[in-house]
């Protein structure tokens, strides 16, 4: 199994470009989720899905958008890049029972300059 | 609603004395507790988790957390620090909401644990 992929690792963007960040899994898990990654404020939620065809916003979903046509995917659009949107973003899956734990992607980094 | 609060940003111990790393959560049902570890410029491993069975959990390298429903606190222990255990702690709960019947994990805001030789 390959865990959770994310693409690309590394990503520069100027601002008002749009990107999307992609994300899957091999788990069949149900749950999947992005979060942001920010000195000093630990991981904040940004969207996440319970399953194929459903998502909800998380903690701070402004200026982003997601969709979840299949259980493997999970892809993150940034619809106009803006420097705030400078971070570490890290996808993460699980089954759809609340007392399981977190399976974590390597991250993105992303710069928008 | 449900939150996290980590009560230390940073913590520095010296290499084979004990680790304490402090979290409290609040919570209107019964959670579930994880502690997480971030290696520098890594993604993040499970170090142990509850999940309303034992109150004191056992981890992987030697950490374990106690969960005390009094003190809404799951602090996260091991008897003796070693160099590789500098990283980012995280401690997560995971709650239900009342109105959707979905659940989120809500993340503190971690703790830098420093080793020192």
């Known amino acids: 199994n390959a865990g959770v992929t994310q693409t690309p690792k590394f990503q520069v963007l100027k601002t008002g470009q749009s990107m999307t960040l992609q994300c899957a899994q091999d788990?069949?898990?149900?749950?999947m989720s992005w979060y942001r990654q920010d000195p000093g404020m630990g991981l904040r939620l940004i969207h996440y899905?319970?399953?194929?065809?459903?998502?909800d916003q998380g903690e701070v979903p402004n200026g982003y958008n997601v969709s979840r046509s299949t259980t493997e995917d999970f892809p993150l659009r940034l619809l106009s890049a803006a420097p705030s949107q400078t971070s570490v973003y890290f996808c993460?899956?699980?089954?759809?029972?609340?007392?399981?734990?977190?399976?974590f992607g390597p991250g993105t980094r992303l710069t928008v300059l | 609603a449900q939150s996290v609060t980590q009560l230390d940003s940073h913590v520095s111990v010296s290499e084979g004395t004990p680790v304490l790393l402090r979290c409290n959560y609040s919570?209107?049902?019964?959670?579930?507790l994880f502690w997480y570890v971030q290696h520098p410029n890594k993604g993040l491993q499970l170090l142990l988790k509850y999940t309303s069975a034992a109150t004191l959990v056992k981890g992987i390298n030697g950490f374990e957390a106690e969960f005390k429903k009094s003190e809404t606190s799951f602090h996260l222990t091991k008897p003796s620090a070693h160099m590789s255990d500098a990283a980012e702690y995280f401690c997560v709960v995971s709650d239900e909401s009342p109105t959707s019947g979905t659940y989120k994990y809500i993340f503190g805001t971690g703790t830098r644990l420093k080793v020192l030789a």
């Open positions: 788990m069949n898990h149900e749950y």
């Open positions: 993460a899956s699980s089954y759809a029972v609340r007392n399981n734990e977190q399976f």
């Open positions: 899905s319970v399953g194929a065809g459903i998502t």
């Open positions: 919570s209107s049902y019964s959670p579930s």
